[in-house]
């Protein structure tokens, strides 16, 4: 897969934003014109990439609570996308130097979450929610409700590179054993049978 990066005040993110974006020429003012190069940049990399490969864009679906670029105009945006051949939104937030007195969005656990089931929603594509996202049932139960397609686990994995075998324990029991590499796998998976056996685990 490629992902386009359109959040965090970086180059893309900076003409969709009215808070950085001043210009006064077709690239400025109101949305379609803000959201013209994000566009035109998605139109030229879905051109070039494969159709057969999914094509992500990440973006920020709010700039901060009741400031800047809002989810409306990320629903605007990711329709627009979807209709550009994107496959899938990754729903961030944030980026922005905001004006005093604004706020970021509360960063508490799956607080990304909303804005991903709303693009997913509204606007009728696939999301990745992102925003400590730490243990697997939380992320299994996003899923399941609708919440997301697929859940990112960037900051997680760097704090536990094997997270995601030890997700596939806590979510498939004994056999979520079978999804671990074989080089570890044979002698962890005696190890925690006999520290079972011992009262140990």
């Keep these: 897969m490629l992902e ?9 993110h900076s003409f969709l934003s009215p ?6 020429d077709r690239y400025g003012g109101g949305i379609e014109n803000r959201m013209r190069f994000p566009l035109d940049l998605v139109e030229a990399a879905r051109a070039e990439w494969p159709h057969d490969k999914p ?8 700039d901060g609570v009741d400031v800047g670029w809002t989810i409306d105009d990320t629903i605007v945006f990711a329709k627009a ?14 980026g ?19 804005f991903a089931a709303r693009v997913r929603t509204e606007a009728k594509v696939a999301t990745i929610a992102v925003g400590l996202i730490i243990e697997p049932k939380q992320a299994e139960a996003i899923l ?16 536990n590179p094997n997270f995601a075998a030890q997700a596939s324990l806590e979510l498939e029991g004994a056999a979520g054993w079978n999804l671990w590499p074989d080089q ?6 005696r190890r925690a049978k006999a520290l079972r056996r011992e009262g140990r685990a």
């Design 81 to 94: 996308l979807a209709g550009r051949g994107v496959d899938v939104v990754d729903c961030s937030t944030g």
């Design 184 to 189: 570890f796998r044979y002698w962890l998976e």
């Design 55 to 62: 094509l992500f864009v990440r973006i920020s679906a709010v």
């Design 19 to 24: 808070l950085s974006n001043k210009r006064d």
């Design 144 to 159: 399941k409700s609708g919440g997301a397609d697929l859940i990112a686990f960037a900051r997680e994995m760097l704090v």
């Design 4 to 12: 386009i990066h359109a959040a965090h005040g970086y180059l893309l």
């Design 96 to 114: 922005m130097t905001l004006p005093r007195g604004k706020n970021l969005v509360a960063r508490t656990p799956g607080f990304q979450v909303p």
